[in-house]
């Protein structure tokens, strides 16, 4: 054999390989092809009965707060008729109740001290009184 049969021999395997490489190459490419194919119809099978519970859930969430908006707006009249009646209840009864709560409280008071002497009250020399307390109820808080 001669040096140009066993350079045509070794183009013509060296090709032969590179065919047979490619042609798998693209048969691996086919496959895949095929299961991403397969995958994305599963997906979709999948994808649109779940959009359309999606879809009624929406739907259904937006009732329900439209529902809710007017429960809320008719608590807020009820607050404030309640709150007007409250104020209404209050200007009416209030003064006169305070009136008959004070005047009770004086007879109460004057029938009590009727027949009691007045108390004594007496000085001790050299004793001092304990100060006032500054800041009333509001200072009453523990200082952390």
Known sequence: ??????AGILVAVFWAILVSFL???????AQTLKATTKMVAEVSDQAVPLLADAS???????????????IAADVQE?????????STVSSA??????????????VRRAIG???????????????????ARRGGRRNRRSKD
């Not at 042609?23 to 490419?29: E, G, P, S």
């Not at 009820?78 to 409250?86: D, E, K, P, R």
């Not at 009864?93 to 004086?106: I, S």
């Open 1 to 6: 054999m001669s040096g140009g049969e066993v």
């Open 113 to 131: 001290k009727k027949g009691e002497p007045e108390p004594k009250r007496t000085v001790v020399v050299g004793r001092t009184l304990p100060g």
């Open 78 to 86: 009820v607050t404030a008729n309640a709150s007007a009646l409250s």
């Open 56 to 70: 009624a859930t929406v739907r259904s969430a937006h009732t329900q707060l439209a529902r809710v908006d007017a």
């Open 23 to 29: 042609a798998l190459v693209l048969v691996r490419l």
């Open 93 to 106: 009864f209030g003064g006169p109740l305070v009136k008959v709560a004070a005047f009770g409280y004086g």
